[in-house]
């Protein structure tokens, strides 16, 4: 390459007619010695350009500025071609310096030019015949965020990597109306090549504006049709000329109309003395207003648009009454239903959690009251044990309701019910992709029961693997969930009940005894029914009364006979037993008094005929006092005054009611 300096001297710098010499003189040295010339300013570190009006007029080299012309070839002909432009430049341009009045016009003709290119409200860029940027506008130097000093004589796609015209440049063919995306805004672009006068390329222009604007607007319009569609009120709009210009769906088939037929109609042909020519001809909106309209009712809102506050029409949305009468009974429905039963729980939660409920005057189950109603104030674990069905689940939620914590939620975990391999999920909860399937993550009945209490029923039927986990959130009150890594820390009361022999169960290495102590802190056992029998009659009493509620009935009581039957039956499924054959008596029982018939056979067959006056308990006789017990007890229960019952006993009346005093006999 072959290049050489020169300092530009002329007074306007390089104008539009020194600017038109120079690039005649580049044809005419092409001609002489087939050699292209390019000329750059010395301290621009962009490409030199090729000569050319566009690229010389671009570079807007002033007076004093050094210039530096080149030749890309290291030949004795570039040699010649570079040294004949610089004496020309230097010697002939330089010295012959003055501006004349018509290049005077000339140059303020190009300034113009140049202005309103740059005020133009659209972008414009224009490459040389080599690509480069030698004419940007504001407008789209604003679009590039970019400055004039960073393009010019850049390659056009180092600037603007979509630029299609290089392609215009090679093929010489117009683009019209191109979607072109521009540093994240959307253009549409119309470009040409610029041909000289023997139809040579000079370069090319593209002229484009930003629609990026104009694309929201579309697409925000679009989801607005789409919402007017979907939606079921009824929904009209009528233009500033009074014509009906949009219908929605439920408008059509409400009023069982087509569209197509009323599009473009004037409101006056179709509703003269209607709601919504008053508001177009008022401009006042009208809120909720209910009418009739082809002898339906409705409600409307009616209200003129304004944009700029020039008025374009009004729009109108009903909805018909008689939809929303059925939304509001249908709502009122729910809420009675909702009333219904939030009163159903109350009463549910009153009922059950409370100590009045357990039913029983037997002195152990008193005991095991008093222990309960200790334990509900205090935090300590507490194991229930007891006999299926002796109301280890009832005494449970009483401790809890009547807790500090009754607020807070009380959840029951069966450990029998729940399969091995679940439940750890269960108690600890899971996170998401913790197993196959776990699509979300998932709290456990221990994170539910924060500051609340858990009940881990059936405890005995926990697996030895579990027990060792529950071990550690009985220490320490921490746990991770399946697949987590974070610790939890919770503060949860636990309550475990079982009717399973844990000792045995212990020996036999199938109870951790580490746990069984930390569990049998405060102990409660549930004596059997068969060993307070005394509460039979009061049992039944409770669920006379409960379960007529339940069953829709009215049954008064129970004869003597039968309570003598059932305090002589043995009890395996104890209280919840006695429940049932009290529902099934009363479901057989006639009358208002269950009777003899209504108990089932296996308990109205046991004979007493048959046994000893005394049944020994386990083959061993019991204190004297507790057959006396058992005889007033009877006797009371059959003659109900204390003179009979003596008379019966062949004792006093005095002396029944001590004895009774004495057992606490009711
Ligand atoms: N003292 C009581 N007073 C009134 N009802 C009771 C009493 N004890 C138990 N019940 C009733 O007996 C039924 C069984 O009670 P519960 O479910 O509490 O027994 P459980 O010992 O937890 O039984 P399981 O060990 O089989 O789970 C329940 O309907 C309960 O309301």
């Keep these: 390459m072959y290049k050489k300096t020169l300092v530009v001297n002329i007074n306007e710098g390089i104008h539009t007619r020194i600017a038109a010499s120079i690039v005649l003189k580049t044809s005419e040295l092409k001609s002489k010695y087939n050699i292209n010339l390019f000329i750059k300013k010395s301290n621009s570190s962009s490409e030199p350009f090729a000569i050319s009006m566009l690229a010389l007029l671009s570079l807007k080299i002033q007076k004093g500025e050094t210039i530096e012309i080149s030749c890309n070839e290291d030949s004795e002909t570039a040699y010649q071609a570079v040294n004949e432009m610089f004496n020309f430049i230097n010697f002939e341009l330089n010295s012959n310096n003055t501006m004349s009045k018509l290049d005077a016009i000339i140059e303020e003709n190009t300034i113009a030019n140049e202005q309103i290119i740059d005020n133009i409200p659209v972008g414009i860029i224009v490459i040389d015949s080599n690509c480069h940027i030698v004419k940007i506008n504001e407008y789209a130097l604003n679009l590039i965020d970019s400055s004039e000093k960073k393009v010019y004589g850049k390659y056009i796609k180092d600037i603007i990597p979509t630029s299609e015209l290089p392609s215009v440049l090679k093929d010489r063919i117009h683009q019209i109306g191109q979607i072109q995306h521009i540093n ?102 009208l809120e909720k207003f209910f009418h009739r309209k082809d002898n339906q009712e409705i409600v409307s809102t009616i209200e003129p648009i304004f944009i700029d506050d020039k008025f374009k029409g009004i729009i109108s949305i009903s909805k018909p009454i008689n939809e929303m009468k059925e939304l509001v009974s249908k709502l009122e429905r729910s809420q009675e239903e909702l009333n219904y039963y939030r009163d159903e729980i109350r009463r549910h939660s009153l009922l059950n959690f409370s100590f009045k409920e357990i039913i029983g005057n037997s002195g152990s189950l008193r005991e095991v009251l008093y222990i309960a109603q200790k334990a509900s104030d205090s935090t300590s674990t507490v194991l229930i044990r007891g006999e299926s069905g002796t109301g280890k689940e009832l005494i449970a939620k009483a401790i809890h309701y ?51 209490t858990i009940f881990l029923d059936e405890i005995g039927d926990m697996p030895i693997s579990m027990q060792a986990k529950l071990l550690r959130v009985l220490q320490d009150m921490e746990f991770e969930s399946v697949g987590g890594l974070k610790t939890q820390k919770v503060d949860v009361r636990i309550i475990a009940a079982t009717n399973r022999d844990l000792e045995t169960m212990i020996k036999n290495g199938q109870f951790r005894e580490d746990l069984y102590y930390r569990l049998n802190v405060i102990n409660i056992t549930l004596p059997p029914l068969r060993e307070r029998k005394e509460d039979i009659s009061l049992l039944v009493e409770h669920f006379i009364q409960k379960l007529n509620t339940k069953l829709n009935k009215n049954i008064k009581g129970i004869t003597n006979d039968c309570i003598i039957y059932l305090e002589k039956y043995h009890w395996p499924g104890n209280i919840r037993e006695l429940e049932n054959i009290i529902e099934r008596a009363m479901n057989m029982c006639d009358g208002n008094l269950i009777t003899l018939k209504d108990l089932p056979f296996h308990i109205r067959s046991m004979d007493n005929k048959d046994e000893n006056l005394i049944n020994l308990v386990d083959g061993e006789l019991l204190p004297l006092e507790e057959y006396e017990k058992e005889i007033i007890k009877i006797a009371m229960q059959k003659y109900k005054s204390f003179n009979k019952a003596g008379k019966a006993l062949g004792i006093t009346h005095r002396t029944v009611s001590l004895k009774c005093k004495k057992y606490g006999i009711t």
Excluded: W
């Excluded at 399969?419 to 539910?448: D, I, M, V």
């Design 402 to 452: 009547n807790s500090p914590r009754k607020n807070n939620t009380l959840v029951r975990v069966n450990c029998a019910a729940i399969p091995e391999n679940l439940l750890e999920s269960e108690l600890f909860g899971y996170e998401k992709g913790a197993f196959t399937g776990a699509t979300n993550s998932k709290p456990g009945k221990f994170n539910l029961a924060d500051k609340g």
């Design 184 to 285: 994240n805004n959307i253009t549409i672009s119309n470009r040409a090549p610029i041909l000289g006068k023997n139809n040579e390329i000079l370069g090319a222009i593209s002229v484009f504006q930003d629609i990026s604007e104009v694309i929201g607007i579309q697409e925000l319009n679009e989801k607005f049709i789409k919402i007017l569609e979907a939606s079921h009120d009824l929904i009209c709009f009528v233009d500033e000329h009074r014509k009906i210009s949009y219908l929605n769906p439920a408008y059509e088939k409400h009023f069982n109309i087509n569209k197509n037929f009323i599009l473009g109609m004037d409101l006056m042909d179709i509703s003269p003395n209607g709601l919504r020519i008053k508001v177009f001809n008022t401009k006042e909106k």
